[in-house]
C-alpha cells in the first residue's frame, strides 16, 4: 500500500483529539450493543423459563386439582375421593354427600375414570367406570363469549364416531342415600338408568337451554320403611324445545306406589308439582313412605319442589 500514499491519510477529523473522541464513542457504542443484547437475550430467557414452566405445570396437573373443581361445581355434592393421575388422565372414587357440613356419604363400587383433551373447539371429556358406565362417555364442553355449551355421547371404542342417541350408564339406587334428607331416610334399591337423545345444556348469561331429551329410569325400588319387597318402576322424562325450555314429566310404569308429576325450569329455577297415591291392597303397608315423600292430603301425598 505505500504506493497508494492517497490511501494511507486520514480525514483530518480523525487526527487528533477528534479521533481518540470518535474512536471512543464507536467503542461506547459497541459496549452499549452488546449489553443491550445481553439484556434481550436474559429477557428472552426468563420469558421462555415462565413459558415452560407454566406448559409443565398444564401437562401434569395433578388429579386433586380436577377434584377440587368438581367440589366447587357441585357445592360439595359429588367428591372425587382418593384421586390419582393427572387432570388429563386419572381416577378417583365418585362420592355422593349431602354437601358442607353432610355426615352422608356413599361411594361407587370400583372407580371412576376419566381422560381430557383440548381441541380447536373446547374440552372434550371422558368417563367410563366398569359398574356404571361401561360405554365410555363423552362431554363436549365448549366455552363461548356469551356461556359454556355441553353435548353428551357414547363412544363405543376410540376411533369410532360418538352416539348422541342411546343409553348413557346405570347406577344404584342406594347411592342417592348420599346425599342426605329425603335419600337417607328412603333408603331406596333399585338401579337407576339414564338414556340421552341429542342432548345439549347451555348456560347463557346465568340462564340454563336445553335442547334434546333424556330419560331416566328407577327400575324394581324398593324401600326399608316400608314391608312391601318391591315399591314399582318410574320413569322421569326430560324434554328441551327449540327455546331452551326444558319440561319434566314423571310416571309410574308399574307396582303398588303411583308416583306421577309435571314440571320444568324456569329462569328462577327448578319447580315440579306431582303426587303419590297407594293402590287399594298396599295402602297400609305405604302410609308411612306417603308421610315422608310429601305433604299428606287424604290418601295422597302431594310432591312439591320450587
Known sequence: MAGLPLFNRRPGWMKGATALTTRWLESTLEVARWENMRRAGRRWGWWGGAVGALVGVIAYAPAPWLAQAVVVATEGRLLLADSKGTIWRGDAVAVL????GSRDARALPGRLNWSMRLGL?????V???????PTPVVLAVQPGFSGVRLSLATQAAAGLPAQTTGPVGQWP????????TPWNTLQLSGVLRL?????VVEWVQGRVRVQGQADVSLDNAASRITTLERLGSYRLDLLGDNQGQMTLSLTTLDGALQLSGQGGVTPTGLRFRGDARASEAERGALDNLLNIIGRREGDRS?????
Do not use: E, P, Y
Open 97 to 100: 354427600t349431602g354437601g358442607q
Open 121 to 125: 373447539k373446547g374440552v372434550s371429556l
Open 127 to 133: 368417563l367410563q367406570q366398569d359398574c356404571c358406565m
Open 173 to 180: 339406587a342406594a347411592w342417592l342415600g348420599g346425599l342426605g
Open 195 to 199: 338414556s340421552s337423545r341429542d342432548l
Open 302 to 306: 302431594v310432591i312439591s319442589i320450587g
